[in-house]
């Protein structure tokens, strides 16, 4: 186990800057999921850490050692990607063994250590199969499991479930969070996924345009958003944003001209600014057209979620997901009404993006027998 600094570290080609100076302390054994939509840099960021890129400025450290200097292998990370080439001619014992015959370690020691790691992986029952004779899921195992053997201080992995289907990616997902859980070994995960992320981090990295905008739990990243980005980006639904004015009163104005009531101390200290309202689906609420104060909108379509229906309706032209709960129900075309909780409400700055007010931490409290 190994705790991993980041510091001030960029990447250019050549005067295009594409990571602009991140800056982030792992703990030993923490799993790390860096988030964050395609070309924002996160796999420029991982493969900084694992030696494959250059790193242009700044400086990482694993378990304590400056490691800019130093080789790939040199490093004790173990890479796993979303294409792991498996080698096709050998069994799946000699692939996960493979990097231990390359180092000499004796016969008896690699079948030791090849069956523990299958142990792990569930793999013992296709120890003597080759590649082609599996499914996609384990093969994915093996390729983790050729990444175990050489028990590293670091796992970074990279989309590593992005090749596989909905199903059998969640299967994995549960796999990666146990093997996390028994092993201990400090992780760095990237991914586009949201859900992957919720699911697998200790601690989210939510990264855009080659900057950090936020690191937090999954919870504060979801609750507590401190961006308009982030704000926008986790979630499904993601958070409905409405930008606007906060007028004399103290009351959000949207651009059509209806209100919205804030909580009196945040309207009046943001009186006059121009700003974002966010809300959760959940947050908001779906009334009669005619109850007062309801905002009036259309409902587009309804979103099946299993466990809960979200319905996506149109007002004034933007779109608005709320949260259906109860018996609560309506049909495309009805025209409803919104009501939105203003001790739930967000507002994030519109100019920077940056977060001006946030609902009183409603913390989540741990289950008591
Ligand atoms: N060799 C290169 N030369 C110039 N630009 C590059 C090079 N490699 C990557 N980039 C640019 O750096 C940025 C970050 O790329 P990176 O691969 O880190 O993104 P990512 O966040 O991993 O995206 P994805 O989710 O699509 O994998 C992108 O805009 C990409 O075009
Ligand atoms: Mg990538």
């Known amino acids: 186990m190994a705790p991993i600094s980041i510091r001030n570290v960029k990447k250019n080609y050549g005067k295009t800057a594409v990571v602009h100076g991140v800056d982030l302390e792992i703990a030993s054994g923490e799993f790390i999921v860096i988030l964050g939509p395609s070309g924002c840099g996160k796999s420029t960021l991982l493969r900084m850490v694992a030696g494959l890129e250059e790193i242009s400025d700044g400086e990482i450290a694993i378990d304590g050692t400056v490691v800019n200097q130093l080789e790939p292998r040199q490093r004790g990370c173990a890479m796993v990607f979303q294409n792991y080439a498996l080698y096709p001619h050998m069994t799946v014992a000699e692939n996960i063994g493979y990097a231990l015959k390359v180092s000499g370690i004796s016969k008896a020691e690699r079948r030791q250590r090849v069956e523990a790691v299958a142990k792990a992986?569930?793999?013992?029952?296709?120890?003597?199969?080759?590649?082609?004779?599996?499914?996609?899921?384990?093969?994915?195992?093996?390729?983790?499991?050729?990444?175990?053997?050489?028990?590293?201080?670091?796992?970074?992995?990279?989309?590593?479930?992005?090749?596989?289907?909905?199903?059998?990616?969640?299967?994995?997902?549960?796999?990666?969070?146990?093997?996390?859980?028994?092993?201990?070994?400090?992780?760095?995960?990237?991914?586009?996924?949201?859900?992957?992320?919720?699911?697998?981090?200790?601690?989210?990295?939510?990264m855009n345009a080659g900057k950090v905008e936020q690191v937090g739990t999954p919870e504060e990243v979801y609750h507590f958003p401190t961006s308009r980005f982030v704000a926008g980006f986790v979630g499904s639904p993601a958070m409905n944003l409405l930008e606007g004015r906060v007028n004399e009163t103290g009351a959000f104005v949207y651009d059509q001209g209806r209100i919205i009531p804030l909580p009196a101390q945040q309207g009046q200290a943001l009186a006059g600014q121009r700003v974002v309202l966010g809300v959760r689906a959940e947050a908001a609420q779906l009334v009669s057209a005619e109850t007062p104060g309801a905002l009036p909108a259309t409902a587009d379509f309804i979103e099946e979620l299993g466990a809960s229906r979200v319905v996506h309706t149109d007002f004034d032209g933007l779109p608005v997901a709320v949260a259906l709960t109860g018996t609560a129900n309506c049909r495309p075309g009805d025209r409803v009404g919104i009501l939105i909780d203003p001790q739930a409400i967000h507002l994030y700055s519109a100019d920077t993006g940056a977060s001006l007010a946030a609902p009183a931490a409603a913390r989540l409290m741990p289950v008591e027998a």
């Open 121 to 206: 992986l569930s793999l013992e029952p296709y120890l003597d199969r080759r590649p082609m004779a599996l499914s996609g899921g384990q093969r994915q195992r093996v390729a983790m499991g050729r990444a175990m053997i050489r028990e590293p201080k670091v796992f970074l992995f990279d989309e590593p479930l992005s090749n596989l289907d909905a199903k059998l990616r969640i299967a994995m997902r549960a796999e990666i969070r146990r093997l996390h859980r028994r092993l201990g070994t400090t992780s760095i995960f990237v991914t586009h996924d949201q859900n992957e992320a919720m699911t697998l981090a200790d601690r989210i990295v939510v």
